[in-house]
């Protein structure tokens, strides 16, 4: 969910609830079937009235050539978020058993002219008011900057399929802060409640669609909880559906004045009833910094308010220091944002920030290691997207050191320096829904790293996660797109997509829905070219590529635990040992120290000659800025295998040639600091 670039109007009346509801924006028909296409994609009994299709063909099913799935996926929407913040914010449902004309209805305090659709003026500017009316005429909404409507509806959900996706994923997402603060809602503000409702809702959706199609099993809406169960439903022609989790404090992680308000024991309950839930990826912070990690900020006013949010939420403000790498959070700025600063307490204000100074201090924390650990523990997948530079590095870190490649990026809210670090794991990247000029570029500036990898993109539509969407490019473009058109894949034919009264056109309505994702992607085909395409329809085997690998992943076998190790030098202490043995015992809380001085070793004897590929080394603070890994047979003559001179500390992976081995030596050149060289553990493995 990122955030909205719509301005808003001041209301003084609501500034509390304008600093909150802004922070949401970040966090934030015919009848029954009688066609002679009475194939398995054709419902046998759809509701009437009901929204139109509009396309003809059958789906696409199995597998090309190669064995892949085809089709394209959405990383990152939120089909059931107007369940969440209280269940007032986002109006209207993705299905109901009533009916369209129930599904398709706005907010009741939106009625009759939109006088109170406070969010609404707040994410889209104006006064607010708007032709409340969706079924049958939809004057108003939806839209593409109508953030507070429904766009998920499941007819609309269908097109995309129809259209060529395969597969998508569901973000569960709330937050609790908004939610408690809005002036209406009919439920309880627990995030973890709203979670758990969300789940059933998406089942019960696929329980409402399969009815159609004759019983359980039988439609084309199936969620699915490991990636063979995916690839089946792909290959079969139907949309396979992830369930992910996108939440401030998941597990009840909030950090009040720094103290994390959650154990390790939540964090274990929580990811056991996600994943029983069925959820598979997620993130573990979003917006507000949390006990489990910092999050990357917001910009300009929007940013000066969401930082009174997380004040007002957690008793602090965000801090900020110089990045040490390329990596950096997005600025801050200076921009006022008077209502929210309004909300302060007496003689509290937002603090001034250093322009130099783009990185959140707050990273992983070590609550957010366990968490990271257990979801590679239970093969989930990590959405990086929304973590500070500092989380997201030790995140990556950790991933490398274990060599998980469950790492996702969903929606362009990652540092785009980190691209080749993602997939160099085996991760998976998509970019958020973009206006087809923009989305080509980036999708080109990329282009060359998919190639070397081998790997398909995606998209992250972000539909309900109030963030904005693909404007008109306008009747008179002189490239439009033409009604009606082929879908990538040749087999189904498009048109202009209509429900009740309203008909939209990508053209002259952007993509005001989930229907017009299809016509979306042609405009992406006719602005960025068939190559771009291509790459999102590779998209749906990448994705399932890396969910199967992180569920392949076996732990590696530290050769070096409990191994014979000696160094050129040990730092002396009273209290405790330094000794080399420390840095191979298994236990974090003990290191090797050597001396002061930059020339300095540890060597490892691993007992046999035996293939070495991969070292891994978690440094103290003294790090090494300079070192190199040697390996020998003999313990006399020695090869370099692997050498940096931009050591930063932390947990460092180095991966090399598979080579033949008894002893490994780390053969520090150049500290990093004025101490010496500091190695809490050093692991050593064949694979």
Not at 198 to 204: F, H, I, L, N, S
Not at 318 to 335: R, S, V, Y
Not at 510 to 539: N, S, T
Request: aromatic share 10%.
């Amino acid at each position: 969910m990122p955030m909205t670039r719509h301005s808003h109007r001041k209301r003084k009346p609501i500034a509390v609830l304008s600093l909150l509801l802004t922070v949401v924006a970040m966090v934030l028909g015919p009848a029954p079937s009688s066609s002679a296409e009475s194939d398995w994609w054709t419902p046998a009994a759809r509701p009437a009235p009901d929204s139109q299709i509009n396309v003809t063909g059958e789906p696409f099913k199995g597998t090309d050539a190669q064995g892949q799935v085809r089709g394209f996926v959405d990383a990152h929407n939120h089909l059931m978020s107007n369940e969440a913040f209280g269940g007032r914010l986002i109006c209207g449902k993705t299905f109901s058993e009533l009916g369209i004309a129930d599904a398709l209805k706005d907010c009741p305090e939106h009625y009759p002219d939109g006088s109170l659709a406070i969010f609404d003026f707040i994410t889209k500017g104006g006064d607010g008011k708007h032709d409340p009316n969706g079924w049958p005429t939809f004057k108003d909404w939806p839209a593409h900057d109508s953030l507070t409507h429904q766009q998920n509806y499941y007819a609309w959900v269908e097109r995309a399929w129809r259209g060529g996706q395969r597969v998508l994923v569901n973000d569960l997402v709330t937050n609790g802060v908004i939610c408690s603060v809005y002036f209406f809602k009919d439920r309880s503000c627990d995030e973890m409640t709203s979670i758990r409702l969300q789940a059933q809702k998406t089942y019960d959706m696929q329980a409402f669609i399969d009815k159609m199609y004759g019983g359980p099993g039988k439609g084309w809406f199936r969620i699915v909880t490991d990636s063979a169960q995916a690839r089946e439903v792909v290959k079969q022609g139907k949309l396979a559906v992830v369930l992910g989790v996108e939440t401030s404090e998941p597990f009840g992680c909030k950090q009040i004045l720094d103290v994390a308000q959650c154990g390790k024991d939540d964090i274990d309950r929580g990811l056991d009833e996600l994943h029983k839930l069925g959820v598979r990826s997620m993130f573990l912070c979003h917006k507000f910094d949390n006990a489990l990690c910092g999050v990357r900020f917001d910009s300009g006013a929007l940013g000066t308010a969401i930082n009174v949010g997380q004040f007002l939420s957690t008793g602090t403000f965000w801090k900020t220091e110089k990045c040490t790498g390329p990596q950096h959070d997005n600025p801050i700025g200076l921009a006022s944002a008077p209502n929210a600063e309004k909300e302060l307490p007496a003689g509290v204000h937002v603090p001034a920030y250093d322009a130099d100074a783009q990185c959140n201090t707050r990273g992983l924390t070590d609550l957010g290691e366990y968490a990271v650990r257990g979801m590679m523990k239970r093969k989930m997948m990590l959405e990086i997207d929304h973590m500070s530079v500092k989380a997201a590095g030790r995140a990556f870190d950790i991933f490398e050191a274990e060599s998980y490649p469950g790492v996702i990026s969903s929606h362009s809210w990652m540092d785009l320096n980190w691209t080749e670090r993602v997939y160099r794991l085996g991760g998976f990247i998509a970019q958020y829904m973009h206006g087809a000029e923009g989305f080509s570029e980036e999708a080109k500036r990329t282009d060359a790293l998919r190639d070397k990898y081998n790997v398909g993109y995606g998209y992250g539509t972000d539909m309900n996660g109030v963030g904005g969407w693909p404007g008109p490019r306008g009747a008179d473009t002189p490239n439009p797109v033409r009604y009606p058109f082929r879908s990538a894949d040749g087999s189904a034919v498009i048109d202009k997509q209509t429900t009740g009264e309203r008909t939209w056109d990508i053209n002259t309505d952007g993509a005001a829905h989930y229907g017009l994702v299809p016509d979306w992607l042609e405009d992406i085909r006719i602005v960025g070219g068939k190559g771009v395409v291509d790459d999102l329809f590779r998209g749906a085997e990448s994705y399932l590529d890396t969910w199967k690998a992180s569920e392949d992943h076996k732990a590696g076998v530290n050769l070096a635990a409990g191994s014979s190790a000696s160094a050129s030098s040990s730092e002396w202490s009273l209290f405790t040992s330094y000794a080399p043995g420390r840095a191979v015992d298994g236990n974090a809380d003990t290191r090797w120290a050597s001396d002061w001085s930059d020339d300095q070793w540890l060597r490892i004897d691993l007992g046999n000659p035996t293939p070495v590929k991969r070292v891994t080394l978690d440094w103290e603070r003294a790090h090494g800025k300079a070192y190199r890994i040697e390996v020998s047979t003999d313990g006399t003559n020695w090869q370099s295998v692997w050498s940096t001179t931009a050591g930063d500390g932390g947990l460092d992976t180095a991966q090399f040639t598979g080579t033949s081995a008894r002893y490994v030596r780390v053969h520090g050149l150049e500290r990093g600091t004025s101490w010496g060289y500091s190695l809490r553990e050093v692991g050593v493995y064949s694979s």
